[in-house]
């Protein structure tokens, strides 16, 4: 028995290192952006990835691709029915420009950031989240002249929404172009989200988490 026993300690020191190595690399794979949501109302939009990637070389201007025209995700608001939530989130992109004619600046620091309006410049890419209740759409791209520029933004922004409200958050193109990110002959691009993405990535992305969430 006393041979017994000193096998399973052996057997047991060997294995509990790998054991919690093996805790700490699940931990570390397995790390997620806080949320200030714990009713998760809006847990549809927390780490909300969107990526409107290239199909196609456009040769005629090789710093442009050709892409979809239009990509929608759409999210329904959780919560308490009759409510009203100001839900904070932190947007990230890389962009190109375009342009909202008659929307408001709510934050004077974040001009590209507009409330209502509409798309002056058609043939550029509309980032956007539109809210079905109460109803508005908040543009997150929108510069004083269109360019081939990608932007990188980064900043947070309070938008009120319903429970029950569907949320669509978009892009679209009146052409089938876009400024590409990929291509590395430009200092504007090969840029990446840090946290998000590890390497640069062709044409164009968004991404959102969720800061806060309190009712009205």
Request: charged share 20%.
């Amino acid at each position: 028995m006393s041979h017994s026993t000193s096998g399973l300690s052996r057997l047991a020191v060997l294995i509990f290192p790998v054991f919690i190595a093996a805790v700490g690399l699940a931990s570390v794979s397995g790390q997620v952006s806080s949320s200030g949501d714990p009713d998760g109302v809006a847990k549809g939009l927390h780490q909300l990835f969107m990526h409107d990637v290239c199909t196609g070389e456009h040769l005629p201007q090789p710093d442009t691709c050709i892409h979809a025209q239009l990509i929608e995700k759409p999210v329904t608001i959780g919560g308490k029915a009759g409510s009203v939530y100001d839900v904070r989130l932190r947007i990230r992109g890389l962009f190109e420009p375009t342009t909202i004619l008659g929307g408001e600046t709510p934050d004077a620091a974040h001009p590209y950031y507009q409330v209502g309006g509409a798309i002056r410049q058609k043939d550029w890419s509309a980032w956007h989240i539109d809210v079905s209740e109460p109803k508005q759409t908040y543009w997150l791209n929108h510069y004083p002249k269109v360019s081939h520029t990608i932007y990188k933004e980064d900043f947070e922004a309070t938008i009120p929404m319903a429970a029950g409200a569907t949320v669509t958050v978009r892009v679209v193109d009146g052409n089938n172009r876009q400024m590409d990110n990929a291509e590395p002959d430009r200092a504007d691009r090969m840029q990446i989200i840090a946290g998000v993405t590890d390497k640069p990535l062709d044409g164009q992305m968004l991404r959102l988490d969720v800061v806060k969430v309190t009712v009205r």
